[in-house]
C-alpha cells in the first residue's frame, strides 16, 4: 500500500461526484455573493446559482484557501503515518499554493519524520483537474512519492489549455482586459482564444469573429499541438454552456475517435473570473511558452 496521498484544491473543476469517485479531499476557496461566503463545493447547483447571478448583473468574487485549511486538512493522514502531495491552484492566479507552503512548514516542525511535497500546478479548472487525475494514475502504477512528484513537475507545463468566453465583459470586471476593448469586441461579435503561458497566467491569443470559429480554433490548437498518445482522455469544461461543449466534443470525436472526452462544469470560482458561456479545452501536448 501506498505511504502517501494525494490532495487538492476546488479549482479542479472535475464536479463533486467525480472527486468522491477518484477519493480525493480537496480544499476549497471561496465565492461571495450578495454578501455571504460560500465554499467552492464542485456542485453544479452552486455553479449554476452564480451564473444565473452574474446574467443579472450581480458581481461575484472570490478568496483563495488559507493556511488554517490545509492545517485543518492534513494532519489525520500524517497522524496516520502518510505522506502528502498536494497538486495546488496555479500560483499564477491565485495564491493558495502560498496558503499550503505556509501550512507545509508548520507542520513539517510538528512531524519531522513525514514528508509534504507541493506541486504549483500552473493549471486552472479542468487543466487541473486533467494534471491530478494524470498524477494518480501515475500512482496507482506503483510510484513512489519522490516519483510521482517528479512526474508531476515534468508533467505540468505540457497541459495545454484553450479557452473561450461568450462576453469579454466577464473578463473586464477582473481586470483581464480594458473597457473599451471589451465593449467593442461584444459589439462586433469578436471572440478570443486564449490560452495558459508557463508562469500559470490566462494570455489572450488571438480574436476571431463568432463563436462557433473560436471553437474550431481550439480544435485546430489541439490537433497542432497534442501528442495524440499520451492523452488516456481530453477534457472540456463549460460554464452553463453544454450545448457548445457536446459540439466541441463531437468535433473531437471525429477526429480522434479513438480518444474519450470527458465535460465538466466549470466551478463557482473560476466561473466568476471568465463568466458564463466560457468553454475550455485541455490536453497534453507541447510544453507551453510565454
Known amino acids: 500500500m501506498a505511504d502517501y496521498v494525494i490532495t487538492t484544491d476546488s479549482t479542479v473543476d472535475l464536479g463533486a461526484k467525480r472527486m468522491e469517485e477518484l477519493g480525493v479531499l480537496f480544499t476549497t476557496l471561496t465565492y461571495f455573493y450578495q454578501g455571504i461566503a460560500?465554499?467552492?463545493?464542485?456542485?453544479?447547483?452552486?455553479a449554476l446559482k452564480i451564473y444565473n447571478a452574474m446574467r443579472g448583473g450581480e458581481v461575484v468574487t472570490t478568496s483563495q484557501a488559507n493556511p488554517e485549511q490545509f492545517l485543518a486538512l492534513w494532519p489525520e493522514f500524517l497522524d496516520a503515518g502518510k505522506d502528502i502531495l498536494y497538486i495546488g491552484f496555479s500560483s499564477g492566479l491565485s495564491g493558495t499554493?502560498?496558503?499550503?507552503?505556509?501550512?507545509?512548514?508548520?507542520?513539517?516542525?510538528?512531524?519531522?519524520?513525514?514528508?509534504?511535497?507541493?506541486v504549483d500546478?500552473?493549471?486552472?479548472?479542468?487543466?487541473?483537474?486533467?494534471?491530478?487525475?494524470?498524477?494518480?494514475?501515475?500512482?496507482?502504477?506503483?510510484?513512489?512519492?519522490?516519483?510521482?512528484y517528479r512526474f508531476a513537475?515534468?508533467?505540468?507545463?505540457?497541459?495545454?489549455?484553450?479557452y473561450t468566453v461568450s462576453e469579454l465583459s466577464y473578463l473586464r470586471r477582473g481586470g483581464r482586459v480594458s473597457a473599451a476593448a471589451a465593449l467593442f469586441a461584444d459589439i462586433l461579435?469578436?471572440?478570443?482564444?486564449?490560452n495558459m503561458d508557463d508562469t500559470g497566467h490566462l494570455i489572450p491569443r488571438e480574436k476571431v469573429k463568432g463563436r462557433r470559429t473560436a471553437i474550431k480554433r481550439m480544435?485546430?490548437?489541439?490537433?497542432?499541438?497534442?501528442?495524440?498518445?499520451?492523452n488516456p482522455f481530453f477534457h472540456i469544461t463549460h460554464a452553463d454552456c453544454m450545448e457548445d461543449a457536446q459540439y466541441l466534443k463531437g468535433m473531437l470525436n471525429e477526429r480522434f475517435?479513438?480518444?474519450?472526452?470527458?465535460?465538466?462544469?466549470?466551478?463557482?470560482?473560476?466561473?466568476?473570473?471568465?463568466?458564463?458561456?466560457?468553454?475550455?479545452?485541455f490536453f497534453i501536448g507541447k510544453p507551453r511558452v510565454a
Open 153 to 162: 513537475e515534468a508533467l505540468k507545463l505540457r497541459v495545454n489549455h484553450w
Open 189 to 194: 461579435g469578436i471572440k478570443p482564444v486564449m
Open 219 to 230: 480544435l485546430e490548437h489541439l490537433a497542432e499541438l497534442a501528442d495524440i498518445g499520451d
Open 97 to 118: 499554493v502560498n496558503s499550503a507552503l505556509l501550512a507545509k512548514q508548520q507542520l513539517e516542525a510538528q512531524y519531522p519524520e513525514r514528508r509534504i511535497y507541493i
Open 38 to 46: 460560500y465554499p467552492d463545493d464542485m456542485r453544479e447547483e452552486s
Open 257 to 281: 475517435p479513438s480518444i474519450p472526452v470527458h465535460i465538466s462544469m466549470v466551478g463557482a470560482v473560476i466561473g466568476s473570473h471568465c463568466g458564463p458561456g466560457t468553454l475550455a479545452l
Open 121 to 148: 500546478s500552473l493549471c486552472a479548472s479542468g487543466g487541473e483537474g486533467m494534471f491530478l487525475q494524470h498524477v494518480l494514475l501515475k500512482k496507482e502504477g506503483g510510484a513512489t512519492l519522490e516519483e510521482c
